[in-house]
């Protein structure tokens, strides 16, 4: 019995301790694609970033925004050329995990509490 409750409390002290990997560095810049599905169908844009801009591509438009790094797994978009009164709020983006060539984030706009998740794919360096 004693065997076995060590081996259990091993286990469980194993998986409490799971971190998983965040290599955001490897993210700051390049080319990637993220899908999302919007009002009911499947939707890719593709965005170019570097350190102090990423440019957005999404049915044939082509937006700018401005990015404010926080630390090396956070990030503040804001779009240069707002169209609209929501398009103004700058974005919260947080890296949450790295897999290869894609990672996990997290985003909000600055200051809501509503958060939702996407998977970016680093489709070039």
Known sequence: MWKWSSFCLLVLLLGACYQPERNCKAFKTGTF?????????????????DEAMEVDYFEGKKDTSSIRWLN??????????????????SIHMKILSTDGNSYTFEYSIVGSSQKSRGTAIKIKP
């Open 33 to 49: 694609t993220f899908t999302a599905v919007i009002d009911g169908e499947e939707k890719t844009t593709t965005f170019v970033r």
């Open 72 to 89: 090396d797994c956070e990030y503040i978009v804001k779009k240069i050329n707002p169209k609209s009164r929501a398009e103004e709020k």
